[in-house]
């Protein structure tokens, strides 16, 4: 199972936010390629990037951090927030994202994401399937649609999709546990699905468990931040 940082930018700087309220922001670090060269120092492979000015402003914000890291580190970056737009997509790709998240398009714009889709391909394109009481919520997790979880997955699935970045907006940030009963029905209704579980992981035996259940990766941030997990440990979950 794939270990993946989280790294949220606000004005250019390294944030976490609780349940996505941007009033409940704390600030990590001013510089994001620090952070990301520590994740990269300690083994670490993978990043997840997510521009959450561009979230708010619907629209890519800030390509330039996602540059800035792209090039000075080796990690391979899934970018996501406010890609709204085949030009959006472009700037992500050009600035070094190698795969991209879309959410609230997929609820509100899918002929546009299947257009990403095709001409990308589903190992590029993840699908954001973040959800509150067992449906997708959507626009930074302000809004929530009446789509059932399980119902859009299946339904992108049968349309190409390949990995989905499935968050409880109830659990993130609170460090008290992730979904895992909700993975573990994913995992079993939709075994050929990538799943990336997010939102809530906070100790070392959850990882484990989310390992066994079959997750192709599990999202970290503010326990990291927090020191709830200590890199040292994800080294040795890796090795």
């Not at 257009?115 to 997790?141: M, P, Q, T």
Request: with cysteine.
């Amino acid at each position: 199972m794939l270990i993946i940082p989280a790294i949220d930018i606000i004005d250019g700087k390294c944030v976490r936010l609780t349940q996505g309220d941007y009033a409940q922001k704390t600030v990590y670090n001013e510089d994001p390629l620090e952070v990301a060269k520590q994740f990269e120092d300690a083994g670490l492979h993978r990043l997840h990037l997510v521009d959450l000015d561009g979230a708010k402003a619907k629209r890519i914000i800030n390509h330039r951090v996602l540059e800035r890291i792209a090039s000075a580190t080796s990690l391979v970056i899934d970018f996501g927030g406010g890609l709204k737009s085949h030009d959006d997509l472009r700037i992500a790709f050009e600035s070094g994202a190698q795969q991209v998240t879309g959410g609230t398009v997929a609820v509100k714009e899918p002929e546009l994401f299947m257009d990403w889709l095709k001409v990308y391909g589903g190992e590029r394109i993840i699908l954001g399937a973040d959800f509150k009481d067992g449906n997708i919520a959507v626009s930074g997790w302000q809004e929530q649609s009446q789509l059932e979880l399980f119902a859009f997955l299946a339904d992108y699935v049968a349309k190409g999709v390949q990995y989905t970045i499935s968050t409880d907006v109830s659990k993130d940030g609170l460090l008290q546990g992730s979904a895992i009963d909700t993975y573990q029905r994913i995992r079993e209704e939709l075994p050929e699905l990538k799943l990336i579980a997010s939102g809530g992981v906070t100790t070392m035996p959850e990882l484990e468990r989310l390992r066994e259940i079959g997750c192709f990766g599990a999202i970290i941030g503010k326990a990291i931040y927090e020191n709830k997990i200590s890199l040292k440990d994800l080294m040795a979950f890796n090795n």
